[in-house]
């Protein structure tokens, strides 16, 4: 089974810190995603990469950076945390299916880490 | 830019009674995937269809995707307190999933 692993479950930051979340995958993916959940807005992505120091923004890329220079890790990164940035943040890998446009591979995701920013 | 609407938001229902929620897209989608996550867990992964007007189903589940690939449902029979907690649909479009914003499912024992 695909392993996605979070650092933290649970995080608390205070605001205009540098907040630094992790995530590692076991299964060779290409693919890895940030997204933020929020009540009653669902998942937003925040950004994506689909290979090692490539990276590209989501819906909601504003205050957020990403870095990934290992296939198997993606970080986000909060340069300066504000309060509007608490939140579920859940990574997710998935495998790239390249040439079979109408179809997606599935999203694993990890456990999520809860950040509160105060 | 391109969404995907859900609704209902929350559904509380009896054990027992049925239960559906329905995702539409403002535009064609390539696919669509339902996953679930069950309350302080992670999305997992439930099921992807591709076809149009196609119809899967996994014992009390039904998932269908409409005949324009603009809508999708997912009906679950009989309720069980098992079934608890928020269904997401996700649709493809240009290689990305996007995804509706979830149906909470609480079920009454």
């Known amino acids: 089974d695909v392993k996605v692993t979070q650092s933290s479950r649970y995080l608390v930051k205070r605001t205009g810190e540098k907040v630094f979340l992790e995530c590692v995958q076991d299964?060779?993916?290409?693919?890895m995603f940030w997204y933020r959940q929020d009540p009653g807005l669902g998942l937003r992505l925040i950004y994506f990469s689909y290979d090692v120091k490539m990276k590209e923004k989501g819906d909601i890329p504003e205050g957020y950076s990403v870095s990934r220079e290992k296939k198997e890790r993606f970080s986000l990164i909060l340069e300066s945390a504000s309060t509007n940035q608490t939140s579920m943040y859940l990574c997710?890998?998935?495998?790239?299916?390249?040439?079979?446009?109408?179809?997606?591979?599935?999203?694993?995701f990890g456990n999520g880490t809860r950040l509160t920013v105060t | 830019g391109q969404q995907v609407m859900q609704i209902p938001q929350y559904q509380h229902v009896q054990e027992g009674e049925d239960f559906t929620t329905y995702c539409n897209s403002s535009?064609?989608?390539?696919?669509i995937q339902w996953y679930k996550q069950r309350p302080g867990g992670h999305p997992v992964f439930l099921i992807q269809?591709?076809?149009?007007?196609e119809v899967k189903k996994q014992k009390r589940l039904t998932f269908q995707f409409g005949e324009a690939k603009k809508n999708s449902s997912l009906h679950i029979t009989a309720t069980q307190t098992t079934d608890v907690g928020t269904y997401f649909c996700a649709g493809g479009h240009t290689g990305k999933l996007i995804f509706g914003q979830g149906t909470t499912l609480q079920v009454k024992p």
């Open positions: 269809l591709v076809k149009s007007g």
């Open positions: 997710a890998s998935q495998k790239s299916r390249r040439g079979q446009s109408s179809y997606n591979s599935p999203l694993h």
């Open positions: 535009t064609t989608l390539s696919n």
């Open positions: 299964m060779d993916h290409e693919n």
